[in-house]
């Protein structure tokens, strides 16, 4: 189903009757509201301006929308700031990040707590119950705008006490930290200094012990507001709408609060953003890249544990990306298509109608700007309403073939200490998931220590501290296992393993990791065997029980195998990558459809999709009937049958 | 007529009367003194020491000299900037700029205007009418060194009156920056914040008020030391030494302060700053691009109203840029021609003699360093000021064939909200320019609203608000007018117009821009038809009921004509902007003389002047008479003849 | 001989007893420890705790150990920090650079001195005269993070006390800074503000000298703990640990305190550092260029009146470079060799154990994490030492053939005034180090003023101010000189000679610079004649009355000869430098022995080394008897023979 975001406190009230039936005549069942409305629904402390939402809620009700309303809180208003000056966050530099945008407030401050928690209450209070509400979405973009780490009195203050918790005694925390090296022990927790601002790197312990408690308050931020929200509007849901790419908190955490997962797909903006060559932004400025929406919709099928909305749709080109590129024509079409075939409940777009002014303003709607007439991107949209519509309802999204361990831990430890300036653990996983997309494969996401059993091939690109848990997945999986290089690497103190890395899973690989190379871009190491390649920025020296499938040059274990479990010591470049992912897939018996660059497959239920994101056609299989589209996949173009 | 800068405080006094002497002899006729001397004149507050300026004064002019005295509020000394903190200004991020070099201060403080104030009134009384005395500079290169905008508390408080004033109640400001938008809505003036240090980008409205508001101020402080010259120095005329590619104030607006305009030409150390690609870079170093120097004159003459001087000419190597090179033979006597070419009444070199000390220590002066020896420079200096005496005085500028507009504004606004990364207002007017001068056409700049009335070629390459005077000018146009994208695009507020861009003009080019996509470097959209080529950076998406001239690939129109008025839907590249030009150009009926890259043409009133920068011989017309040089113009030299 | 850095506060006790056996197993002779230890000598202030370090010292000791005891300044624990807050550096932009890693103390503070005298006698006293102690270090790489200069409150306070006793009057300041340039003077030293935060460059006078009072500052502090140490702690040396190409202090007036120096080789991190050129740096990703550490050496040889050790030798991978290969097998052997041959009297190595938590958990040591089991790196140390023992002690370190003057304070003067934005002086230095090299010539580092008398080659790659002791060491030279571009540029005070540059040095080379230009990377200036190359970055237009060598395209003088002085006028491209070289070195009747890119020669006494730093075998000298190695040398070998 489709949805929309609107802004009632944008248009004059004499356009709201208008803009809700045309969103019915569009197909549009969903409305997302309120969220960034907080100075219009209280201009001053305690003075409340109802009135408009209500009379707004009621007119997109009568229309027949389902409305979802937003939690004002990502964008408190000025008199509070000037009111409360210590919800304001503060950058890395120590710089206070002031009013006149959005997301400044810190998390550890106690003041934006009960002010975040009055609103709420207030909100749910008024509108919990309201007819046409369906369900909640709490605050916005948790971390945009790298806004989870904050660095100032307060985020000290909370940082220290939740120290206290953890440690108890500051010798328990010395010991913890390493903090014996570079005399950095203290005599008290009052004694903890932020981890930045310092002469060179500081502690990465500490800098990691700063991260977790960075996300703990995320989620039990959240949860505050999820908590207040059901006692006050029964049966109705709550999601979060996530921004990809955003790696700062943990995602799975704030999704246990929630009903379901949402995320913002912003495809093309991402081009600039990801660290994609030169050569693969300029092929994908016009339609994104294949993986990158459907990374992201995987991704969060796996933190909403099943249930996911888009909750904002690119419908045309966005204005916050270094250059914002119109897509090509049929790609808003493509990306809705693609969302519901990786198993979306709703695609929402971004925004109902282009604003006139201020931030978003060069920022396109599903309608021209001010005025009530589609623009390409709304036509996109009313074609798939209609398609929707002809095929009836999608089948339930099975289990993948292929399941990967996505870990923002692991993202924390090696930004940390990366080793390699471009160790990035996102980037890893994205190729490690575009390697299994080109062999035809759907891949689930599973939290580290979340269950993999029943998965012919499990992908564990980097994990760097297994614990128990994560251990014991492992353990039980039943399928082909392949391990990347850097697993097992530290434990939960940061420290290394005392049998050296990949510690816990020593056993399980046959592997002892005793040195560590890391190579600039113009170095590689060579490897050869079963599958070939080069190994690229990090490649580990191992000794190894376990049966050696390649060597680098110098006769070293680059690919090991013990039973199921292969271990792969080194950055693979695409060639090792791709040769490394299609044995494993050989060994775990999966059927692969290799396809070009450009082609994706995507099974839902049933039905196989296909999507072209390039400029030359693709032949699908004959023989079969087209749910959508026909044999010849046209550029832009998405076909859809039923399996056989 | 040449002049030269000189600080007879930085040398003995034992030394001027030789200093003065030899500049006569070279054939200097004019001297600016004093405008960085406020520590000489009051070494603490209210303890004036004049006597060194009256010597000074009396050796110049006893000599014949005519003085240009600047005003010395570039760089208040230390002991004020210690009584006074308040005068310091602040960078973007917050932080104080402080003494230690020069323009240390706001113009946001009142204090300052007091201080300022007085030492204009002190100075301009004692010497406002000394016989020696011809004019005045006021300050000393306005914005230099980022020093237009300020960030301190000063600048929020003026701010504020400011907005006060224009807005009257913090209602219609909200309505006027859209700030319903992210909750942003203020209840008073007091709540207002400087539109810096947010989370993520502040209200683009907001900005651009911000940036007028500064502007404002530097043409109210500048008229306020032109109120004080005036009332004590009756018959000496005022200017300002401007400084090329400093967009942050309206020049224009300045001017309209004094009797003429003067710049400070240093054509090489542009060649760092200006976006040239590294091949122009190489190309161009030791003699600067062609058109550098050339588009400053020709902008300076229009901010002039038709009178201009260069103040400041580079004689050699300067010492600010990244690489420093020593001009090629010949450049020093060519870029004076040409500045003369251009219309400039007086040439005026910086500096008479290479400092031995401080900061410019390594920048070139007409001789060498601590001697009474000329330098390479002083040695061309003294070939043109014998060449100008043989020539005897040049005729009138006149009316140039083609009309540039352009709007400070326009650099504002779409500095403040790029859309792509790389759209730089200055570089496409520089290009526009270029394409028109390498037809050998000759251009005059005009401010927007000014009168294009006569200009067989009207060129507009971009004016983001047209409000009623620029389009009642653009209404009156009798020749060819060519408007380029994203013109009309924004109205007073920063909002989209309601008719969609090019609003204003929508009538007049029969277009409506219904959508924008902006291309990153590698991505370039093809034009074909009357004209062809590349669109880059920027591309709109046209609905026309214009003739189309040429078309994008997918067929719509690229570049439109509806009577005289041209519109062109992108950035162009090379190859489109000039096939454009030499389009409009024919449909002009100018006559086009197209010169090869490193050659310029330049009409002054009927002489016809050459330049050429490049290394290879370019030939003149045959069956002329050359007033200067031959019929073959080598390698940095110059030619001149009377057009028949 | 062999040493090695121990952390015994990083183990548990009961692991002591055997890591000494097993250095000594190794063939390890001494060992550094104590350098980061102050939080575990005095947790709290006041109360100590030395019985920890007791134990350890006499566990080495009485394992036959010599002992280097390092003052624990480098590190003052929290609690310190937190108690006097005025012991913290501030950066450039004026932010404090605070606890958490190491450094973090600024040389002005008087606070700091108080505390480190207190510590450092605390120290000297308990272990001054215990039998296992050999010797001490001061604090640990002066310098290292940037730490030299500081810009805080106290540094403002000590750079006007320090202004105050040079200068007596602020008349003094003012005539030997230039301020009366942009009304720059000062009425008191109390006006005195620091060189930075101002609105554009400070005055470069200024600047070099507050670079030349936080250098003395350096010089002071650590003669301030040596005095200290010596008192308590009779017939030890002293030692500092120098970081290689940290320039900002004057190394050879700190070692004026020292018994003998010592530097910290890292030369795999040191090819990310140095501006190689991206091809460089990956052709010695994995081995370093092979000029890196013997520059170093034969720096720190003459840094130390001719005796120097190694303190920290790099063992295999390092943590704190942008990437961090393993040394290719071999180099750490070779490394050793290397700085013996370079007359090192110890190589010690960082660390005994690589450490399993904290900032550099992943910088190798001898041992693998944790384990009591030799690295890669560590079995090639142990190979070393087996070598050594066999080779019995080696001969003392000879004069070199040719001498460079390397001068600290020319870093500085072109690091504030560069010109040429890629005028480095240390690059400078280490291409005519290089070129010597590839000749096979030793090199020995000479200060400004040392004497140069019996070189037969004398290399001043730039000395910009030659004050009288410089003058005379140069005219009692009596080899061949070779002088280069911006030598006697600049006098005592920043100020252009009054006779323009080489100033001093006029009369000796026969010429006057009258003009420079500096060219960007595209650009380069041809020279011709006895030599051949391009000129870049720098080119001086000279007159000159010495015979001209080699000129520039448009004949005026490049290389210059008068008697044994040769001047080159421009920083030359690898061609015009090696022909040079070569050219000076055949006047000075050197045999030479030219080399690949990837050997080097060293002699040592009457023993010849050679190193392969390559990937391709090279031939030694047939009929000799070989000390280490053979005739064919192959990638990462050592061979040695006696000179006949
Ligand atoms: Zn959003
Ligand atoms: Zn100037
Ligand atoms: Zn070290």
């Known amino acids: 189903m489709l949805g929309v975001c ?8 004499s356009r709201w009757e208008t803009d809700a039936r045309r969103m019915r005549e569009l197909g549009i069942t969903f ?4 969220e960034f409305a907080w100075s219009r629904l209280e201009p001053k402390r305690g003075e409340f301006q109802f009135e408009w939402l209500d009379r707004a809620m009621d007119v997109l009700a009568k229309a027949g929308l389902k409305i979802v309303l937003g939690t004002p809180t990502a964008t408190p208003p000025k008199w509070l700031v000037d009111e409360c000056p210590d919800i304001i966050p503060y950058d890395k530099d120590g710089n206070p990040r002031g009013f006149g945008s959005r997301r400044h407030y810190t998390f550890s401050s106690q003041t934006w707590w009960q002010e975040s928690a009055r609103i709420v209450e207030i909100v749910a209070k008024r509108y919990g ?7 909640w979405q709490t605050d916005n973009e948790y971390g945009c705008h790298d806004t989870i780490r904050s660095w100032g009195p307060e ?6 006490q939740w120290l206290r918790l953890r440690y108890q005694t500051p010798d328990k925390l010395n010991e913890a930290w390493g903090s014996v090296f570079w005399s950095m022990e ?9 981890p930045n601002l310092t002469v060179t790197e500081p502690n990465p312990a500490a800098r990691l012990d700063f991260w977790r408690f960075q996300s703990d308050q995320v989620a039990a931020y959240d949860k505050m507001q999820c908590d207040i929200i059901r006692k006050h509007s029964p049966d109705r849901w709550i999601t979060h709408n996530f921004m990809g790419f955003i790696l700062d908190f943990d995602h799975f955490k704030v999704a246990d609060n929630l009903d379901l997962a949402s995320w913002d797909s912003y495809p093309i903006g991402f081009v600039e953003k990801f660290p994609f060559s030169e050569a693969e932004r300029n092929r994908w400025a016009e339609t994104s890249h294949p993986d990158i929406a459907p990374f992201h919709h995987d991704l969060y099928r796996g933190v909403g544990r099943g249930r996911f909305w888009v909750m904002e749709q690119q419908p045309g080109p966005v204005n916050w990306a270094p250059w914002n590129p119109v897509p090509k024509p049929g790609m808003v079409r493509l990306w809705t298509w693609e969302a ?15 604003a006139m002014f201020a931030q978003e303003q060069m920022h396109a709607g599903l309608n021209l700007a001010g005025l009530d007439e589609l623009s390409p991107g709304g036509l996109e949209a009313k074609q798939v309403a209609e398609e929707l519509a002809a095929l009836g309802s999608l089948p339930e999204t099975g289990k993948a073939q292929v399941a990967l361990v996505f870990d923002y831990q692991s993202y924390w430890t090696t930004n940390i200490q990366p080793q390699a300036k471009d160790f990035r653990y996102e980037e890893l996983c994205f190729r490690w998931y575009e390697a299994a997309r080109r062999l035809g494969l759907d891949v689930d996401f599973v939290r580290p220590g979340g269950s993999v059993e029943g998965y012919p091939l499990v992908l564990v690109p980097c994990m760097t501290e297994i614990d128990g848990p994560a251990q014991d997945a492992l353990d039980k999986a039943d399928g082909v296992v392949l391990i990347g290089a850097r697993s097992g690497s530290r434990d939960r103190n940061f420290k290394l393993p005392e049998n050296l890395p990949p510690g816990p899973i020593a056993e399980m690989t046959g592997n002892r990791v005793y040195q560590v190379s890391t190579l600039r871009p113009g170095v590689t190491h060579s ?12 490649r580990e020296y191992l000794q190894t029980s376990a049966e050696i499938v390649a060597t680098f040059d110098n006769g070293d274990a680059a690919l090991t195998r013990k039973g199921k479990v292969h271990y792969l010591a080194c950055w693979p470049d695409e060639a090792l990558l791709t040769a490394t992912m299609k044995l494993a897939a050989l060994e775990a018996c999966l059927a692969m459809t290799e396809v070009p660059d450009h082609i994706r497959l995507r099974r839902r239920g049933d039905i196989v999709f296909v999507f072209n994101y390039g400029s030359e056609d693709w032949e699908a299989p004959q023989g079969v009937d087209f749910l959508l589209g026909e044999r010849t996949v046209k550029p832009q173009a998405v076909a859809a049958w039923r399996a056989q």
Chains 1, 2, 3 share one sequence.
Do not use: M
């Open 340 to 354: 519901l075939a990786h198993g979306a409940e709703v695609v929402s777009y971004f925004r109902w109608r282009q």
């Open 6 to 13: 609107y802004y009632p406190e944008h248009w004059d009230e």
């Open 31 to 34: 409305v997302r509201i309120g």
């Open 155 to 160: 985020d000290l203050k909370a940082f220290k």
């Open 129 to 135: 119950k309201h007819p046409g509400l369906v369900g």
């Open 186 to 194: 203290l005599g008290s927790f009052d004694e903890v200094a932020l």
């Open 527 to 538: 490897v050869s065997g079963q599958v070939t390649g080069e190994g690229t920025r990090w």
